[in-house]
């Protein structure tokens, strides 16, 4: 009885049904929405992967764009974007939910939020195995997304854009080029793919190579420690790194503990880094001095109990959302299989393993036909702006008209980099000034204008 009570369960999870009600709020939500799970592989290896549709606002879906979204980590989970940067509600800290005026449904678009990899949030694997890497993600995102077209046709026949902040700037061009594939495979299966856009993303292993250059210059290091630091690396503190400018870098490391790194000019609230810095761009810089005694591999693999899988989310109170996703009628009525885990923000089950050197080739062959956009919070530190930058610019695209402000009711809301990539795609590079990691969770209105005019044109100025 038992197994037929769990294969029950699993049947109806697997459909996927309209989100009506939510707790914590009262009468009928302010938006229209679909939840469940698309299955991708067969039993005994099918991996349940939970979904969160929410439509457009104020047209039909059949007449808006459909935008995938992919919270980093690697192993946070997109609903906590839903929940604190872009989605239709937000939690107001007690339980109860308040509309957000600046949700990206309002474009319009369609918006999915998509957990994963396995294992994140309520995305469970019927074999346990929650060991993954770039390419097992990218592989079962493509199924996802093929899934989700077969159940709701207009996704076949709008634009599709793929978007996504933080480690997502691996998963997020990765699953682009996945898509590109499977449409030269199977083009009777084509998606309508038009580019993708990634905030403060990870891209290489330099992104944390202006870290400690971009804390000093927020007197938040001992300019005198760096200087020195910097003399004792030998002038760049990039990896590999002698012990001893590894020594002179935990003491400026020391010097940030207690400052939030996807926000330096923020509180910090809840659990501190207890090294300083961003929790998973330590472990990134670390798996990478290994992986410099084999230069020959533009892969890596991460080694330890959990690999490279984020853990916790330093300085930010996640205990709301956390609270909130794990009631059972929440869960209930977001159409939750009964063998997903208690939700948590950062999966504590991920096995994060394998991960690339840089994802730069998938820009040089992919820019020149798609439409992206790249940007940056200006104050987060975890993936600062300089690197990011850099990144960009090193694709080696000529410049449009360069340096360029791009505004929101008259003030300058960030600045702009464009290239010229060709007629049929667009490349940006903008800051979003004040912003966090997070950039509409610090930034909503600017945010939601930088996403209206990417839509329209793939840029914001
Ligand atoms: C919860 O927070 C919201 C928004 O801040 C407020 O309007 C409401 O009164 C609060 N409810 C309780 C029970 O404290
Ligand atoms: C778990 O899944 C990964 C990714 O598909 C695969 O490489 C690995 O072999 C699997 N492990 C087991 C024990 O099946
Ligand atoms: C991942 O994909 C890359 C690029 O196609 C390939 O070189 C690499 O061998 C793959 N790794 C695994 C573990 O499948
Ligand atoms: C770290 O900073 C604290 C003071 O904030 C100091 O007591 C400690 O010695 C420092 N440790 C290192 C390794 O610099």
Redesign the pocket.
């Known amino acids: 009885m038992r197994v037929a009570a769990s294969l029950l369960l699993i049947a109806v999870g697997a459909l996927g049904a309209p989100v009506t009600s939510l707790p914590g709020y009262d009468g009928k939500l302010p938006f229209a929405s679909d939840s469940g799970y698309i299955a991708v592989d067969s039993s005994p290896h099918t991996k349940h992967m939970f979904y969160w549709m929410v439509y457009a606002d104020g047209v039909p879906a059949e007449q808006a764009p459909t935008v995938l979204w992919l919270t980093g980590g690697p192993g946070c989970s997109s609903l906590y974007a839903f929940m604190t940067e872009h989605g239709p509600l937000h939690n107001s800290g007690n339980g109860t939910l308040v509309q957000n005026p600046y949700s990206w449904n309002k474009a319009p678009a369609n918006i999915v939020y998509l957990e994963a990899p396995v294992g994140v949030g309520y995305s469970w694997a019927e074999d346990g195995n929650y060991s993954t ?4 993600t990218a592989r079962v995102n493509l199924g996802v997304l093929l899934g989700l077209a077969d159940r709701f046709p207009h996704i076949r026949s709008n634009d599709l854009y793929i978007a996504g902040e933080s480690y997502a700037g691996h998963y997020v061009p990765q699953l682009a080029n996945a898509v590109v594939q499977a449409n030269v495979a199977n083009p009777a299966k084509a998606l309508p793919l038009r580019g993708w856009m990634v905030g403060n993303p990870s891209w290489s292993f330099d992104d944390g190579s202006h870290y400690f250059d971009f804390m000093q210059l927020h007197s938040i290091i001992d300019r005198a420690d760096y200087r020195a630091a910097l003399a004792t690396c030998g002038g760049s503190m990039a990896p590999p790194r002698s012990a001893a400018c590894d020594a002179a870098l935990a003491v400026l490391r020391n010097q940030t503990i207690g400052i939030n790194p996807y926000n330096v000019i923020g509180k910090c609230n809840g659990k501190p880094s207890l090294t300083g810095g961003c929790f998973t761009q330590q472990a990134v810089a670390d798996a990478e001095s290994s992986r410099l005694s084999r230069p020959e591999s ?2 890596a693999e991460a080694s330890g109990p959990r690999g490279l899988a984020q853990t916790f989310v330093p300085c930010i109170d996640v205990t709301p959302a956390v609270d909130y996703f794990d009631r059972s009628d929440v869960r209930a009525a977001l159409h939750v299989d009964a063998n997903a885990f208690a939700w948590d923000v950062c999966s504590q089950h991920v096995e994060y393993r ?1 991960y ?1 050197h840089t994802v730069a080739p998938i820009y040089a062959d992919l820019v020149p036909s798609h439409r992206v956009l790249v940007y940056s919070g200006d104050v987060d530190s975890c993936v600062p702006f300089p690197g990011t930058q850099d990144n960009v610019d090193a694709l080696g695209y000529p410049l449009v008209d360069g340096w360029k402000p791009w505004t929101v009711g008259g003030q300058i809301a960030g600045f702009q980099r464009s290239y010229a990539v060709g007629a049929k795609g667009s490349l940006a590079w903008a800051s979003v000034r004040g912003a966090s990691h997070m950039v509409p969770n610090t930034k909503p209105a600017e945010a939601l204008a930088m996403f209206e005019r990417f839509l329209a044109t793939g840029m914001p100025a």
């Open positions: 890497g770039d390419n097992e533009s892969w394998y690339a």
